[in-house]
């Protein structure tokens, strides 16, 4: 009888592979390799285009394969990652990606991700994780001194915003008494993460209520209290209103004051999306435009935009930490010896993940290297050139503002003075700018609707951008203008 091989499968041949492992040279050329491409990129990375795209056709081709029995050359991986996967994207960092809400991190907080992925950091308990987990109490009570938060506030690290928001919606559900018919209420310009995490925690399409924005883009105080009072009559029971602290489309800030006083009157649960805007809170201009922001209930952050860190830095702050507490904490027999007695925290038991990374250590060590003034000057400045932007637009006989600059952001379009396009004609001709601007390879752009106008944004929010990275790409919307419109 043949002797079974080692993959227990009696008669086979024996595998013959390499293992897992790598020399420790191996390793050292491949992060060196790694590094050197990284530093390429960023070196040249102004003068590539802010994006590249593919169809899903031409990467299929490029890329369906099965995957090897035996491996290849380690750097010859790495090489075809560089050459074939990683550029067909939205360069997100590029001095003029100017679309959606941009991000870009400084080299000590990629760095950091390098080393946590390194250390295989599990970040769910103490017991796991102590000094992680004491670095993100740290780094998450600059962040509660920063917003004004009280003494016994606190909050987590999440992957992003929407997972933030889903936690600050089950936390809300749970004060409510997770009542059967519950409804929450946030503004038509709200980001769609919270109508995601609305329905995850319960709330059924009848529940969740959008609340009127004014011509300023900012929620309604009338129609909120009339939306309410409707709710309850109808049987529901609100656990959540939610305000904004710079909107997606345009950067407008609730009435957070009023919201606040509305909420305490009504025992509903406050929650703040401040996701891109929240960071702001470390200037002048931004702490001016958050007056109230401190009586939130919960407020949701985004260290990976206005922080300028790699993706997956999100963050919950909370008013009262035991509210996470009481809404996530459970224990089962196997974690029994993750007890963290009374002293330490367990993170996992503040929102919906248990096996989380260390993402807390990119701020701590950007924040380390280059102190804050650094921040908040690039923060300030981010402010100053959608200011100049919205001056420019101001200014030009071609272009229409359609939102004044808030938060880094700035809405128009092209609309040239005694033009005898109408607005379906204007919105096609907006189009078909936005599109060549892109084609062109000159910046990368994203559009909104404003109470149904098609408009041309900007979201300046790169730490590297720079006033001429701004007044080229208006010029060159203007001159694309000018020659679409004369067709």
């Given at each position: 009888?043949?002797?079974?091989?080692?993959?227990?499968?009696?008669?086979?041949?024996?595998?013959?592979?390499?293992?897992?492992?790598?020399?420790?040279?191996?390793?050292?050329a491949?992060?060196?390799?790694?590094?050197?491409?990284l530093?390429?990129?960023?070196?040249?990375?102004?003068?590539?285009?802010?994006?590249?795209?593919?169809?899903r056709?031409?990467?299929?081709?490029?890329?369906?394969?099965?995957?090897?029995?035996?491996?290849?050359?380690a750097?010859?991986?790495?090489?075809?990652?560089?050459?074939?996967?990683?550029?067909?994207?939205?360069?997100?960092?590029?001095?003029?990606?100017?679309?959606?809400?941009?991000?870009?991190p400084?080299?000590p907080?990629?760095?950091?991700?390098?080393?946590?992925?390194?250390?295989?950091?599990?970040?769910?308990?103490?017991?796991?994780?102590?000094?992680?987990s004491?670095?993100?109490?740290?780094?998450?009570?600059w962040?509660?001194?920063?917003?004004?938060?009280?003494?016994?506030?606190?909050?987590?690290?999440?992957?992003?915003?929407?997972a933030?928001?889903?936690?600050?919606?089950?936390?809300?559900?749970?004060?409510?008494g997770?009542?059967?018919?519950?409804?929450?209420?946030?503004?038509?310009?709200?980001?769609?993460?919270?109508?995601?995490?609305?329905?995850i925690?319960?709330?059924?399409?009848?529940?969740?209520?959008?609340?009127?924005?004014?011509?300023?883009?900012?929620?309604?105080?009338?129609?909120?209290?009339?939306?309410?009072?409707?709710?309850?009559?109808?049987?529901?029971?609100?656990?959540?209103?939610?305000?904004?602290?710079?909107?997606?489309?345009?950067?407008?800030?609730d009435?957070?004051?009023?919201?606040?006083?509305?909420?305490?009157?009504?025992?509903?649960?406050?929650?703040?999306?401040?996701?891109?805007?929240?960071?702001?809170v470390?200037?002048?201009?931004?702490?001016?435009?958050?007056?109230?922001?401190?009586r939130?209930?919960?407020?949701?952050?985004?260290?990976?935009k206005?922080?300028?860190?790699?993706?997956?830095?999100?963050?919950?702050?909370?008013?009262?930490?035991r509210?996470?507490?009481?809404?996530?904490?459970?224990?089962?027999?196997?974690?029994?010896?993750?007890?963290?007695g009374?002293e330490?925290?367990?993170?996992?038991?503040?929102?919906?993940?248990?096996?989380?990374?260390?993402?807390?250590?990119?701020?701590?060590?950007?924040?380390?290297?280059?102190?804050?003034?650094?921040?908040?000057?690039?923060?300030?400045?981010g402010?100053?050139?959608?200011?100049?932007?919205?001056?420019?637009?101001?200014?030009?006989?071609?272009?229409?503002?359609?939102?004044?600059?808030?938060?880094?952001?700035?809405?128009?379009?092209?609309?040239?003075?005694?033009?005898?396009?109408?607005?379906d004609?204007?919105?096609?001709?907006?189009?078909?700018?936005?599109?060549?601007v892109?084609?062109?390879?000159?910046?990368?752009?994203?559009?909104?609707?404003?109470?149904?106008?098609?408009s041309?944004?900007?979201?300046?929010m790169?730490?590297?951008?720079?006033?001429?990275?701004?007044?080229?790409?208006?010029?060159?919307?203007?001159?694309?203008?000018?020659?679409?419109?004369?067709?």
């Open positions: 009888m043949s002797p079974p091989a080692e993959d227990g499968v009696p008669g086979a041949a024996p595998v013959t592979a390499r293992d897992l492992r790598m020399t420790p040279e191996e390793m050292e491949l992060a060196a390799r790694a590094v050197g491409l530093l390429e990129r960023w070196d040249g990375l102004g003068a590539q285009s802010p994006w590249k795209g593919a169809s056709r031409e990467m299929e081709a490029l890329l369906r394969e099965p995957p090897p029995e035996t491996g290849r050359p750097e010859e991986v790495l090489e075809r990652a560089v050459r074939d996967v990683l550029p067909v994207a939205a360069r997100v960092d590029h001095p003029r990606f100017f679309a959606f809400v941009p991000s870009s400084t080299w907080g990629v760095v950091a991700d390098l080393m946590c992925a390194g250390f295989n950091t599990f970040q769910g308990t103490w017991l796991g994780s102590g000094g992680p004491q670095l993100e109490l740290v780094v998450t009570d962040f509660r001194e920063w917003l004004g938060y009280p003494e016994g506030a606190g909050g987590l690290f999440t992957s992003g915003g929407s933030a928001s889903l936690d600050a919606l089950v936390a809300a559900r749970e004060r409510a997770a009542p059967s018919r519950p409804a929450v209420f946030l503004s038509d310009q709200s980001h769609t993460a919270l109508d995601r995490a609305a329905r925690v319960g709330v059924r399409p009848e529940g969740l209520r959008k609340v009127a924005s004014d011509q300023d883009f900012r929620l309604r105080m009338d129609d909120l209290q009339t939306s309410v009072e409707r709710a309850r009559r109808e049987g529901f029971t609100p656990i959540a209103v939610c305000a904004n602290a710079g909107t997606t489309s345009t950067g407008a800030v009435p957070l004051p009023s919201m606040a006083d509305f909420c305490e009157r009504e025992g509903i649960w406050l929650h703040v999306d401040a996701a891109y805007g929240g960071f702001a470390l200037t002048d201009r931004g702490r001016a435009l958050f007056e109230g922001l401190a939130a209930d919960s407020i949701t952050l985004d260290a990976h206005w922080l300028f860190q790699p993706f997956e830095a999100g963050c919950l702050m909370v008013r009262d930490v509210t996470l507490d009481s809404a996530f904490s459970v224990r089962p027999d196997y974690l029994q010896d993750a007890d963290p009374l330490q925290v367990n993170f996992a038991d503040r929102g919906l993940q248990l096996s989380r990374s260390f993402r807390a250590l990119k701020v701590w060590m950007s924040i380390q290297v280059f102190g804050m003034a650094a921040f908040r000057e690039a923060i300030a400045r402010i100053h050139l959608a200011d100049r932007a919205d001056a420019w637009v101001r200014d030009s006989d071609h272009f229409e503002l359609l939102s004044p600059a808030s938060l880094g952001v700035v809405c128009f379009r092209y609309n040239p003075r005694g033009t005898r396009l109408g607005s004609g204007l919105e096609a001709l907006n189009e078909r700018i936005q599109a060549r892109i084609a062109d390879g000159t910046a990368m752009m994203s559009s909104t609707r404003l109470h149904g106008t098609y041309l944004r900007l979201c300046i790169n730490h590297h951008t720079t006033w001429e990275d701004v007044r080229d790409t208006l010029e060159a919307l203007d001159r694309i203008g000018v020659e679409l419109a004369r067709g």
